[in-house]
């Protein structure tokens, strides 16, 4: 090792360097010569999204690319029984079964996608071996259940004993409340994450999944799985993904309004906070529940935007990881 290497290494700058978006050291040991690649970022939804944002940007840091950053990064809140919307520990549906969506869509354009899943703990994962291993883009129910086992994904029993008893409480208290009360506890409990992600170089990529709205109908499926509405990716442009009600989502093919509002040069912000009204101009029922956007462009430039008050994102921007309150409309 050069002596330059050697100072560098006991110094910490080269991690440092490193963890900052420089990378590679020249091989001649006479020239020290430093590239400049982009500064990975890595944004997502919802408190949940902290921890999944750390998994994904250690990912980044490695010089992995943003597609495995973000699968790594949801798989957290995915395995999480405290986490009540996504994955294993969710809430189940009005006849008491989980039921989970996600999709996975890469730089190139290429996606994949799982809806209506039931026991697999990993419905993004599925969802990446749809994007890779098929022709097709979507496979849903039993279908999709087959090709996860047939893919060497366990069977797991994803409603754990606290969701369980959430949903006896519910069943009971709505031989008592309002259907009013019975939307308002959906609403609480029905939180996506949507994660976006650029990686080191300047490529972007992006995943979502969850286990949908609490006491759905059976068979319901949300935005989250739909490519265009829960999340979209072009690498030429950037990235968006959204969180809160499907229907009023895919109402506006919401991820693919905010890419496309990016693409005639609206900020990330600025494209949020239009598909956030385009949602209360046409949706008169606006005031009953909540919707979220995120955006990353491709100079690793964030927006986050939502309805109403409460919608929070985690933001790492390569050197800190933070925990944000959304601005809202109404
Ligand atoms: N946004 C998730 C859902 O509505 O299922």
């Not at 069943?171 to 992600?197: C, F, P, V, W």
Request: aromatic share 6%; proline share 3%.
């Amino acid at each position: 090792m050069s002596s330059r290497r050697e100072f560098l290494k006991k110094t910490g700058l080269a991690s440092s360097l490193a963890f900052m978006g420089f990378s590679a050291f020249s091989a001649s040991p006479k020239k020290l010569s430093l590239t400049i690649k982009n500064s990975p970022v890595v944004i997502s939804t919802w408190r949940f999204g902290m921890p999944a944002n750390m998994v994904a940007m250690k990912v980044l840091y490695n010089d992995g690319r943003a597609l495995d950053a973000v699968e790594q990064g949801v798989r957290v809140p995915e395995a999480d029984p405290a986490v009540t919307s996504v994955g294993y520990g969710g809430l189940p549906d009005f006849s008491g079964r989980v039921t989970l969506d996600a999709c996975i869509m890469d730089e190139t354009g290429n996606c994949g996608s799982v809806a209506f899943l039931q026991n697999i703990k990993h419905p993004i994962s599925v969802a990446r071996k749809v994007m890779e291993d098929t022709e097709h883009v979507m496979l849903v129910g039993q279908g999709a259940l087959q090709f996860a086992i047939g893919n060497g994904f366990k069977k797991d029993v994803l409603l754990t004993k606290g969701a369980e008893k959430a949903f006896l409480e519910h069943k009971n208290a709505i031989k008592k409340a309002k259907y009013d009360e019975i939307k308002r506890s959906q609403e609480e409990d029905h939180d996506t994450i949507g994660m976006l992600a650029l990686d080191k170089n300047g490529n972007l990529s992006g995943a979502c999944t969850t286990s949908g709205l609490a006491w759905k109908m059976h068979g319901r499926v949300g935005d989250s799985p739909i490519i265009g509405a829960g999340l979209f990716v072009d690498n030429e442009v950037g990235a968006a993904t959204a969180t809160g009600r499907g229907e009023a989502v895919i109402k506006t093919s919401g991820a693919f309004l905010v890419v496309e509002l990016m693409r005639m040069g609206k900020s990330p912000q600025e494209a949020c906070e239009i598909a956030v009204q385009r949602i209360i101009d046409k949706q008169a029922d606006h005031k009953d529940f909540q919707v979220g956007f995120l955006a990353l462009n491709k100079k690793g430039e964030t927006g986050a935007f939502a309805i109403k008050k409460g919608f929070q994102f985690a933001l790492h921007n390569g050197s800190e990881n933070k925990l944000i309150d959304s601005e809202f409309k109404i």
